[in-house]
């Protein structure tokens, strides 16, 4: 099993900046992707971002330029540094690990945390 514990969220002004964590610990393999989702009131889950054990990166193309992506594997951690933030980004961000093993993948969630971005 994984645990994921996420921080980071809260309010903040459009044009702001905020930085969200999340922590894995517990049988964590040594490939595995990590990344980002978000889920707005009344929208679908969306990925955001996701960064894999290699350092290969993927964005959400609403985010390309503005989100940073970045993990420490040394401790299971992974980053989401969010610039010029705008009001449409507020939504509920979840941490996500993916892993691999015998052909099978395995998800793992945090369990969310609120970003509010103010007008």
């Known amino acids: 099993q994984v645990q994921l514990v996420e921080s980071g969220g809260g309010l903040v002004q459009a044009g702001g900046s905020l930085r969200l964590s999340c922590a894995a610990s517990g049988s964590i393999f040594s490939i595995n992707v990590m990344g980002w989702y978000r889920q707005a009131p009344g929208e679908q889950r969306e990925l955001v971002a996701a960064?894999?054990?290699?350092?290969?990166?993927n964005y959400a193309d609403s985010v390309k330029g503005r989100f940073t992506i970045s993990r420490d594997n040394a401790k299971n951690t992974v980053y989401l540094q969010m610039n010029s933030l705008k009001p449409e980004d507020t939504a509920v961000y979840s941490c996500?690990?993916?892993?691999?093993?015998?052909?099978?993948?395995?998800?793992?969630w945090g369990q969310g945390t609120q970003v509010t971005v103010s007008s």
């Open positions: 960064i894999s054990s290699g350092g290969n990166t």
């Open positions: 996500n690990v993916r892993q691999y093993r015998d052909g099978v993948h395995y998800d793992y």
